[in-house]
């Protein structure tokens, strides 16, 4: 089965500075990995995914992630941190099993933003 | 306006009393799945539908059942409500055609108490 660790549930970042979620991930197969970011009380919303081919990815938000085979990292990177990206952060890893496309998620990270 | 919908957005009920929180998708996606939400644990499956009529047990199926009549709308039902199925749903849907998987969109999410 597959894994993800997210290191840290919560990371706190001065506004302006660089932000760094941790993801690892475990599969026996190439992975398919996702960010996504959830506000309060609201529904998730993908950030950027990872399926083949380039393996640093950006999204939206000014957010990126880079796939790194060799060390099973898929961590998320945003230059310059913003007040609005106060929110909580979850690492998926997409399992096709059959049909089903489950993602297994990491326990979150919740990135407060430090005036 | 892409989007799921969730029904109701907030519940407090009994245990033992039959409810239903309902899943309804503007995007003709035939994949819909629901999970749950819990402090520390992150998101788990519950159950998934890869079309109408085919539906199938996720991670934690335990105490739940959905239903797949029409494409846009997957339900999802809990007989006989106990207080560990407090908790945080969400449903999702996705527009994938196999292989890599499709973004998964997700609901605003309905918090559950069971009392």
């Known amino acids: 089965a597959q894994s993800v660790t997210q290191l840290g549930s919560h990371v706190s970042v001065s506004e302006g500075a660089l932000v760094l979620l941790r993801c690892n991930y475990s599969?026996?197969?190439?992975?398919?990995l996702f960010w996504y970011v959830q506000y309060p009380n609201q529904g998730l919303q993908l950030l950027l995914k990872?399926?083949?081919?380039?393996?640093l990815v950006k999204g939206i938000n000014g957010f990126e992630a880079e796939f790194k085979k060799s060390e099973t990292s898929f961590h998320l990177t945003k230059p310059s941190a913003h007040m609005s990206d106060a929110a909580e952060y979850f690492c998926?890893?997409?399992?096709?099993?059959?049909?089903?496309?489950?993602?297994?998620f990491g326990t979150g990270t919740r990135l407060t933003i430090i005036p | 306006e892409a989007q799921v919908t969730q029904n109701p957005r907030y519940l407090i009920t009994v245990t033992g009393k039959k409810l239903t929180v309902t899943c309804s998708q503007n995007?003709?996606?035939?994949?819909m799945s629901w999970y749950r939400q819990d402090p520390g644990l992150g998101l788990r499956q519950i159950y998934y539908?890869?079309?109408?009529?085919?539906?199938d047990k996720g991670d934690v199926p335990e105490g739940y059942k959905v239903s797949r009549k029409e494409k846009r709308n997957f339900p999802l039902i809990l007989e006989s409500p106990s207080p560990n199925q407090t908790s945080l749903y969400f449903c999702?849907?996705?527009?994938?055609?196999?292989?890599?998987?499709?973004?998964?969109?997700f609901g605003p999410g309905t918090r559950l108490t069971v009392t």
């Open positions: 599969s026996s197969v190439p992975p398919y």
């Open positions: 995007m003709n996606h035939e994949y």
């Open positions: 990872y399926t083949t081919g380039a393996t």
């Open positions: 539908s890869m079309n109408v009529e085919v539906t």
């Open positions: 998926a890893v997409s399992e096709l099993d059959f049909g089903n496309e489950k993602l297994t």
């Open positions: 999702a849907s996705s527009d994938s055609s196999g292989v890599p998987p499709g973004e998964q969109y």
